[in-house]
């Protein structure tokens, strides 16, 4: 990764500076997915301050933001459009309620599944959709409402404004860190443009950010089976998009910070922060790439990095409304601008002629998916597929027999690789009963059965044997295996110092603390 993060620990004056500087980025973020999702702004601003404070406090990643985000505000469209926002407040519960679960039964653990590949495709695919939704910035609408590019001085001061706000996140931190840089930048480019009064889109312009603050709200919907029926499919749609978006932050920042979050503890505490947000009025949402990174870049590392974003987005809404608004748009697409550059893994030009072509193929994949669908959970999914695939073709690949005739007329199988379901096709092909002696053994010693389509292959073969009036004999199987191959007991040779021993399809338990 381009190396704008500086890996050091976090203090209580980081965290702070960090979280305001994070609460001001979110608030243009928020106003936009509101739209996207086709609700009230206010209902992004609070689900950006309930979801990052919830998640900041009972997450399992210090230092981590969340808030409303684009890839669960697509998934609302079409639900609020057919059934109003009510039906989105009572998805949102539910929605936390499948994300509480997923950690009670630490399925959080399963995100050590996703291959690195997968990884790499993720940041490289959301960086690009980052940097394209930032192009928004150069637009303005026309006298009819429409939404057109910039041109002329409006275009070069905007564009300016920009890359002065990037010079000064890049320049700043050599001259003094007392100030977090990107704060400082979004302070220095609103003070010259309110200065010199210069012409160019602010905050205000997208909307206003005015309001009190939230109350509960039971969602205004029958409470029947018909309605569940109506919500639950938008609900693990969006407890998946959630989860999975919150975890691969999780691992991201966990590799730049050099420490460890706790997967299955983050998805209780999204879980407990989108429950609250349907009994608020607020639209819910999970981490925020885009945000944590600016946190890490300014120094924010603590829970009180999250918790002080989330007052201080809070503190907007309530008294500081005025002065937000007139914050250019510009400074903050300088800063994510900034976001991009160091989000973007710039090593994978350099490794991609290196590595495996199905490692290229799925980064490659997995960041068209993401830029194409701007749905991160969906490229995740392709990528984890993919991977798997060609994962157990090589492993297929690998088993192999060595052929051994003894000296009492007997033929000895040695087995090599692994036995799973995408081997054993090969290896009945390897055996012929009709062409081999009475008398066979198969010797498991060198391989290992994976999964029960192993079992059965094993099973089929016995069986084949049998019809053939042959004897065989099965050597070095592991316990799990004998006692599952019950009918086939009397040809298992069981040999107590040499016999493996492992679970079939044991993938281990959970990392301590999750």
Request: charged fraction near 15%; charge should be neutral; aromatic fraction near 8%.
């Amino acid at each position: 990764m381009f190396d704008l993060i500086i890996k050091r620990t976090g203090n209580a004056k980081d965290d702070l500076l960090s979280g305001l500087t994070v609460a001001l980025a979110l608030v243009p973020e928020a106003i936009a997915f509101s739209f996207v999702a086709g609700v009230s702004p206010l209902v992004g601003l609070y689900a950006a301050f309930i979801v990052g404070l919830i998640a900041a406090v009972a997450g399992g990643r210090p230092g981590m933001i969340s808030g409303a985000t684009g890839a669960m505000a697509v998934a609302m469209v079409t639900l609020v459009g057919a059934y109003g926002i009510e039906y989105l407040f009572a998805t949102v519960v539910v929605t936390g309620i499948i994300q509480i679960a997923a950690g009670v039964f630490k399925l959080g653990r399963f995100i050590r599944l996703i291959p690195h590949s997968v990884m790499l495709g993720f940041v490289n695919g959301l960086a690009i959709v980052i940097l394209l939704s930032q192009f928004s910035a150069f637009k303005v609408a026309n006298e009819v409402g429409e939404k057109v590019w910039m041109s002329g001085s409006m275009l070069w001061i905007t564009l300016g404004l920009a890359v002065l706000t990037m010079i000064i996140i890049h320049f700043l931190p050599r001259l003094t860190k007392v100030v977090p840089s990107t704060l400082a930048a979004i302070i220095v480019i609103s003070f010259v443009v309110i200065g010199f009064n210069i012409p160019t889109p602010t905050v205000g312009d997208l909307a206003s950010i005015k309001g009190s603050l939230p109350s509960f709200h039971l969602p205004q919907v029958p409470f029947t089976f018909e309605t569940l029926l109506i919500v639950l499919p938008t609900a693990f749609i969006l407890a998946a998009i959630g989860l999975i978006e919150s975890l691969m932050t999780m691992n991201l920042i966990d590799e730049i910070t050099e420490t460890r979050g706790k997967g299955n503890r983050e998805c209780v505490g999204q879980g407990v922060a989108n429950l609250t947000c349907g009994f608020f009025g607020a639209m819910g949402g999970c981490a925020m790439i885009g945000q944590s990174m600016i946190n890490i870049r300014s120094g924010g590392r603590g829970r009180l990095s999250g918790i002080a974003a989330a007052l201080s987005l809070l503190f907007f809404i309530l008294f500081a409304s005025a002065l937000i608004e007139q914050i250019p748009i510009a400074a903050l697409t300088g800063v994510m601008f900034m976001v991009v550059i160091g989000t973007f893994e710039w090593s994978s030009f350099r490794i991609i002629s290196k590595i495996p072509k199905s490692d290229a193929f799925v980064i490659i994949v997995v960041s068209a998916v993401t830029v194409a669908t701007d749905n991160l959970a969906l490229a995740v999914f392709f990528g984890v597929i993919i991977a798997a695939l060609v994962f157990a073709w090589e492993n297929a690949r690998q088993i192999r027999i060595e052929v051994k005739n003894t000296g009492s007329g007997s033929k000895e199988y040695d087995l090599h690789g692994p036995l799973f379901f995408g081997s054993t096709s090969h290896f009945q092909d390897i055996f012929n009963p009709s062409e081999d002696p009475d008398d066979v053994i198969v010797d498991f010693i060198h391989s290992r059965v994976w999964d029960h389509s192993g079992l059965e292959a094993i099973k089929t073969l016995t069986e084949r044997y049998a019809k053939a009036g042959k004897k065989l004999h099965l050597r070095h199987l592991s316990p799990e295996c004998r006692k599952l191959l019950q009918n086939a007991a009397s040809i298992i040779e069981v040999n107590l110092v040499e016999d493996p021993h492992y679970q079939v399809a044991n993938f281990g338990k959970g990392r301590s603390g999750e």
